[in-house]
């Protein structure tokens, strides 16, 4: 079975430059989460969605940070203006249920913002 | 809020041997899961193990399993038998129960393990 699809693993972009993170979740899953993993602030959780509908997206930066679910077999996290603090892996990550079942994590998308 | 915490940094092993990595978090609520996931040089997130606390027994996973301690709010993994192939970065994650808000893991800042030949 096919895992948390994750596109593109690795981006270099210029500063200002607009980035789109993409993922498609496991097919059947209905709770799809967007984290964030670098050196300083370990791993945190951006938004997180629950069918198509975002429930909790306190952890979004700032107004440069935006995601969308347009189905439930897709999901982008932009990002516009990119910043270097931006540099970071952005994981996506999906769950077939709402409270207690394991999260399964993509691969991740490695960001590098110059 | 909830934190967690593993006060190893690095960890290193010999291959075939036992180690534990200590995990330890911070709630004020009765009911919630805990996890340990994998990290290796991929950088793939990988499920080792969970725990339901209101379960009394310990989970395990082949050669992986914990010492689940409620009270003490203490969630170390055990690796019996280490490969070569767990070298990683492990991170322990706690869950509360319930959805809404409360549907996500809160992670600590895990340990490298390196398992030695």
């Known amino acids: 079975d096919a895992g948390v699809i994750q596109s593109p693993r690795h981006e270099v972009t210029e500063m200002g430059q607009e980035v789109t993170l993409r993922c498609k979740p496991i097919?059947?899953?209905?709770?799809l989460f967007w984290y964030r993993q670098t050196m300083m602030r370990g791993l945190e959780l951006l938004i997180y969605f629950n069918n198509n509908v975002p429930i909790d997206d306190s952890g979004m930066p700032e107004d440069r940070f935006s995601a969308k679910m347009p189905n439930a077999s897709f999901s982008t996290l932009k990002i516009q203006p990119s910043e270097p603090r931006d540099s970071a892996v952005y994981f996506c990550?999906?769950?077939?249920?709402?409270?207690?079942?394991?999260?399964?994590f993509g691969e991740g998308s490695w960001l590098t913002v110059v | 809020a909830q934190t967690v915490t593993q006060s190893q940094p690095e960890m290193s092993v010999q291959e075939a041997e036992t180690v534990t990595l200590s995990c330890t978090y911070d709630?004020?609520?009765?009911?919630?899961?805990l996890f340990w996931y994998k990290q290796p040089p991929s950088r793939q997130m990988i499920l080792v193990i969970r725990?339901?606390?209101?379960?009394?027994q310990n989970a395990t996973e082949n050669r992986f399993s914990v010492n689940f301690q409620k009270a003490a709010k203490s969630f170390s993994l055990k690796i019996s038998d280490s490969q070569l192939g767990d070298t990683a970065m492990y991170f322990c994650?706690?869950?509360?129960?319930?959805?809404?808000?409360?549907?996500?893991?809160?992670f600590g800042k895990g340990t490298l393990l390196t398992v030695n030949p």
């Open positions: 725990q339901e606390a209101y379960k009394q």
């Open positions: 990550a999906s769950s077939p249920g709402y409270s207690g079942n394991t999260i399964y």
């Open positions: 994650a706690f869950m509360k129960q319930g959805g809404g808000s409360n549907y996500k893991l809160t």
């Open positions: 097919s059947g899953h209905n709770s």
């Open positions: 709630t004020s609520e009765n009911n919630y899961y």
